[in-house]
């Protein structure tokens, strides 16, 4: 199955100020998704990273705030801009298809960035 | 939009009872997919469910897919401190995956 990478493993970052989350797959794979996790809570699906074009955000989720890069099969960034405090959460790469585990959708996840703003 | 619900939200056992979440789908999905994440960790893949009516074991856990592919139920069997976190349930169409509120179990030794 897919090794998934992701850097910084957390950070403390300042109110307006903006972080980028790198994800890196061991291997290619067919689609990648950022998820957003607040502290006991379920995941939110961000949106789905694409290789060579524009992500697709979930509803609630906007390309100015959360900019993401694609640029090959194997690695992706998410940019969380203009931080507040709401946005202190843990940051999941994820990934799914070929060079991942078992069916077309089941995702391997990344350890996860946690963001504390203040 | 599609709403995924789990419940109970919390279960606290005693090692060796059995313990069942149910996940709840507002529209009929095209699979199910079961993770569990520890502690401090990140969800991690269990099992995949594709067919309506459908029903897997591994093990003590048994998991079961809704004729209706609507909801799906995982039952685990003589609990163990090991089987301690969140288990959720996701589903969706083939290119994302919505997932369920999650269930907490907590094992007492």
């Known amino acids: 199955s897919a090794v998934i990478s992701q850097k910084p493993s957390r950070d403390i970052c300042q109110r307006g100020t903006s972080l980028t989350i790198q994800c890196q797959v061991d291997?290619?794979?067919?689609?990648m998704f950022w998820y957003r996790q607040q502290p006991g809570q379920s995941l939110t699906l961000i949106a789905t990273?694409?290789?060579?074009?524009?992500?697709?955000?979930e509803s609630g989720f906007v390309i100015d705030k959360f900019p993401i890069s694609r640029p090959n099969l194997t690695f992706s960034t998410l940019t969380v801009s203009n931080m507040s405090p709401e946005d202190s959460s843990i940051y999941l790469c994820?990934?799914?298809?070929?060079?991942?585990?078992?069916?077309?959708?089941?995702?391997?996840f990344g350890a996860g960035s946690r963001l504390t703003v203040l | 939009g599609q709403q995924v619900m789990q419940i109970p939200q919390y279960q606290h056992v005693q090692e060796g009872e059995d313990f069942t979440t149910y996940c709840n789908s507002s529209t009929t999905l095209s699979n199910i997919q079961w993770y569990k994440q520890r502690p401090g960790g990140h969800p991690v893949f269990l099992i995949q469910l594709v067919k309506s009516g459908e029903v897997k074991k591994q093990k003590r856990l048994t998991f079961q897919f809704g004729e209706a592919k609507k909801n799906s139920s995982l039952h685990i069997t003589a609990t163990q401190t090991t089987d301690v976190g969140t288990y959720f349930c996701?589903?969706?169409?083939?290119?994302?995956?919505?997932f369920g509120t999650g269930t907490l179990l907590a094992v007492q030794p």
């Open positions: 291997s290619q794979v067919t689609m």
């Open positions: 990273a694409n290789q060579g074009s524009e992500a697709t955000y």
């Open positions: 996701g589903g969706g169409a083939t290119n994302k995956l919505i």
């Open positions: 994820s990934a799914a298809g070929q060079g991942a585990i078992r069916g077309a959708n089941v995702l391997t």
